[in-house]
């Protein structure tokens, strides 16, 4: 398999922890988001949304969004499982990884921080959106898993939460977002980091990051 990404994507990222907790091999290869490489006609063709990652399958299929990419690794390599196997619990879990993935993540992403600025506005303004948007949905998210047991956001073993949760951890710290009042996401997050999956995925570990 190859996997398509962008060493500071979360979106990316997430895929790469999925991997990594699977066992999984992949060849990396990039897109450089800044320089607009990921709206290429070669990557057009494999994300028609211009976007990463996208995972080619061994027999050329491409898979792309970063949930539906972990869940299908989780459906075709069962073990270790990312989501509970109680439906409530499962449905919690998705919830709390859709909050990120589609509530903060999606808002304050490099496309929309541009076409902020593409309105006029200046860097400043476009960097205080993302802030606010991910302090924001980082408060619902601890309130989502405050009364849990841990150490992981959904108990004694990381899943999909944690996936989504460590790679928007580090994005709201790019952007100055105030973290103290998050105390079980933070340690949620410091179980992660401890397992060589999180760690080896981390963006600055990657082989295209400056």
Known sequence: MILWGYWRSTAAWRVRIALNLKGIAVEHRFRHLRRG???????????PQGLVPALV???????????AICEYL??????????PADPVLRARVRAF???I??????????KILNRVKALGHTQE???????????????ACEALVR????????????GLADIALV???????????????????????????ALPAFAEAAAERQADAE
């Open 147 to 158: 009364d849990r047991p841990g150490p992981f956001c959904f108990g004694d073993r990381p």
């Open 125 to 139: 303004t476009a960097n205080a959106w993302a802030h606010d948007t991910i302090a924001e949905g980082l408060a």
């Open 57 to 67: 399958l061994g027999d050329g299929t491409v898979l792309t969004q970063s949930l």
């Open 74 to 83: 989780d459906e075709t390599h069962p073990a270790p499982p990312l989501l």
């Open 167 to 193: 790679p928007q951890l580090y994005n709201a710290r790019r952007f100055g977002v105030d973290l103290a009042g998050l105390p079980r996401l933070l340690a949620a997050e410091a179980a992660c980091l």
């Open 97 to 99: 990884a859709q909050a």
């Open 101 to 110: 993935a589609a509530e903060v993540h999606a808002v304050q992403n490099l």
């Open 37 to 47: 490489e990921q709206r290429s006609a070669e990557a057009l063709a494999l994300n």
